[in-house]
């Protein structure tokens, strides 16, 4: 089965602190890809990042960056000197090879940024 | 137009009434997903239509739900004798071919409220 976890349910954090959302994974195959999006207040999900299974190499992009881990089968997300637009709902997904075109999304992480 | 878009953006409507709630995806996307978002809640995987067909509808709810894509293009997610507990935002998803290496684009969501 495949299932995506995001522990942290709410998270609030001053302006320019760093930080990480967690992102825990479970799959048999051996060939999946694994994303980031954002829903800001405004609702409407936003596109961040995407990882395939073979590709291990952290990303960094501008403020935020990735840690994809396939030994601990995690994908983390930290936002650098967080700021208030970073106001918004994370959710990390999953899709495999196997499962066709289903994307397996977590509960996500409500992240507030005070100013 | 550029995105998903999706209409009615708000629908309030009496328990046990019908809705049809529509979704055009970006043109040339042959994946065509429907999400459920209760308040507060993750998003829940409701239909994937591949083309015009629906290989995977293990996540309708009930029997009370149904969508249909025509042309390959246009999607209406349609609820029967609607309850108060269907009142969530309803999310469309579509992604380019090969659909399962790309990331899904989201439209803005119907939000439906059942009095």
């Known amino acids: 089965a495949q299932k995506v976890t995001q522990a942290q349910t709410e998270i609030s954090v001053v302006e320019k602190e760093d930080v990480t959302l967690d992102c825990v994974y479970e799959t048999r195959d051996t060939t999946y890809y694994l994303f980031w999006y954002k829903q800001p207040p405004s609702g409407e999900l936003v596109f961040l990042i995407r990882r395939n299974s073979f590709d291990e190499q952290n990303e960094i992009s501008g403020r935020y960056s990735w840690n994809f881990q396939k030994s601990t089968s995690s994908f983390n997300f930290t936002i650098t000197a967080s700021q208030v637009v970073d106001s918004a709902v994370y959710f990390c997904a999953l899709r495999t090879e196997n499962t066709g075109n289903q994307f397996y999304f977590g509960t996500g992480t409500s992240l507030t940024v005070i100013p | 137009g550029a995105g998903v878009s999706q209409s009615p953006s708000n629908k309030v409507t009496e328990k046990g009434k019908d809705v049809e709630l529509r979704c055009d995806p970006i043109?040339?996307?042959?994946?065509l997903y429907w999400y459920r978002q209760s308040l507060g809640q993750g998003l829940e995987f409701l239909i994937y239509?591949?083309?015009?067909?629906?290989?995977?509808k293990s996540g309708l709810p009930s029997d009370r739900f149904s969508a249909e894509r025509t042309g390959g293009s246009v999607s209406t997610l349609t609820i029967q004798r609607t309850q108060q507990e269907d009142s969530a935002v309803y999310l469309c998803?579509?992604?380019?071919?090969?659909?399962?290496?790309?990331?899904?684009?989201f439209g803005p969501g119907t939000r439906l409220t059942v009095l």
């Open positions: 239509f591949q083309g015009n067909s629906a290989p995977d």
């Open positions: 043109s040339g996307h042959t994946a």
């Open positions: 998803a579509s992604s380019p071919p090969p659909s399962q290496y790309n990331e899904q684009f």
